[in-house]
T-cell receptor, first 111, second 114 residues
Framework: KNEVEQSPQNLTAQEGEFITINCSYS?????LHWLQQHPGGGIVSLFM???GKKKHGRLIATINIQEKHSSLHITASHPRDSAVYIC?????????????FGRGTQLTVWP | DADVTQTPRNRITKTGKRIMLECSQT?????MYWYRQDPGLGLRLIYY???????NKGEISDGYSVSRQAQAKFSLSLESAIPNQTALYFC?????????????FGPGTRLTVL
């Protein structure tokens, strides 16, 4: 069983649509990260959340600690948003504070 | 220039060969990590290092070894490559390792073992 589950695995949208990607986790966490992996393979960090909500441009990330759930929203999606979006949680209570990664959501936005 | 670089970016090798993947960083971070990514699976931790004198196994270290030559350099070796080590390998760095710490990833090395 994976400690971090993402849904959906694959998502196709038309340009301009509102996108939601979900992440559920089973371990106690100190922080949750959303990462973006482009077709070339490089991974960049989008958000780090420990509570509430963060917004950066058209991207919004929310987290509900009690429900162990986070969502990543993309408003007015664009083909350049096409990428794999990865949820990762930093576990609480270990010296490493290791990251557990979800399997990723492949998003394709068509013009 | 990229803060975290990996060489080579692509490598095709044969079963039984020894392979070294190199990672360099200019961020001045103490903590460095090696991950592998397989299709349909999340990133999995191979080894991590908190500083030059501290090396630790991750969840899938069998078949791999590492060397932290300096604060800025962390190499991953496959002593005798096998086909199921075909994957995308990422190096990452972080600063403090605390709850809000962000990891910075290299561009990845695509390794194919025939």
């Amino acid at each position: 069983k994976n400690e971090v589950e993402q849904s959906p695995q694959n998502l196709t949208a038309q340009e301009g649509e509102f996108i939601t990607i979900n992440c559920s986790y089973s371990v106690g966490i100190s922080a949750l990260h959303w990462l973006q992996q482009h077709p070339g393979g490089g991974i960049v960090s989008l958000f780090m959340l420990s509570s509430g909500k963060k917004k950066h441009g058209r991207l919004i990330a929310t987290i509900n600690i009690q429900e162990k759930h986070s969502s990543l929203h993309i408003t007015a999606s664009h083909p350049r948003d096409s990428a794999v979006y990865i949820c990762a949680v930093r576990s609480r209570g270990s010296t490493l504070g290791r990251l557990y990664f979800g399997r990723g959501t492949q998003l394709t936005v068509w013009p | 220039d990229a803060d975290v670089t990996q060489t080579p970016r692509n490598r095709i090798t044969k079963t039984g060969k020894r392979i070294m993947l190199e990672c360099s960083q200019t961020k001045g971070h103490d903590r460095m990590y090696w991950y592998r990514q397989d299709p349909g699976l999340g990133l999995r931790l191979i080894y991590y290092s908190f500083d030059v004198k501290d090396i630790n196994k991750g969840e899938i270290s069998d078949g791999y070894s590492v060397s932290r030559q300096a604060q800025a350099k962390f190499s991953l070796s496959l002593e005798s490559a096998i086909p199921n080590q075909t994957a995308l390998y990422f190096c990452a760095t972080s600063d403090l390792g605390g709850p809000t710490d962000t990891q910075y990833f290299g561009p990845g090395t695509r390794l194919t073992v025939l």
